[in-house]
């Protein structure tokens, strides 16, 4: 079993930055790989970032590449996603997932096996 927590969530203005922290326990963390979606009201939730177990590869969603930026510290557990020049278009509540090792596509909800709460983003106009 894996338990997820996302924060750093909150409110800011468009153009403003977050950075979005996701704490892993209980499996080894270090041989997941993990990812970053979201789900704004009425809307299915969406791929935005995700990343390997090594850090070796990075994949992102085209409405969020060159703004945001997916890392982790596998010393810490942890896997953060840095969102700057936000937009109104991306508010939502963020939720990073985990799963074990496999050849299935990062992009893809339904490959991964463990997810957190989420946390509300939302960027005013």
């Known amino acids: 079993q894996v338990q997820l927590v996302e924060s750093g969530g909150g409110l800011v203005q468009a153009g403003g930055s977050l950075r979005l922290s996701c704490a892993a326990s209980?499996?080894?963390?270090?041989?997941?790989?993990m990812g970053w979606f979201r789900q704004a009201p009425g809307k299915e939730r969406e791929f935005v970032a995700a990343i390997t177990w090594s850090g070796g590869s990075l994949v992102y969603a085209d409405s969020v590449k060159g703004r945001f930026t997916i890392s982790r510290d596998n010393a810490k557990n942890t896997m953060y996603l840095q969102m700057n020049n936000l937009k109104p278009e991306d508010t939502a509540v963020y939720s990073c997932?985990?799963?074990?090792?496999?050849?299935?596509?990062?992009?893809?909800?339904?490959?991964?096996?463990?997810w957190g709460q989420g946390t509300q983003v939302t960027v005013s106009s």
């Open positions: 997932a985990a799963r074990s090792p496999k050849g299935a596509s990062l992009r893809v909800v339904t490959n991964y096996d463990y």
């Open positions: 209980g499996r080894t963390f270090s041989r997941l790989s």
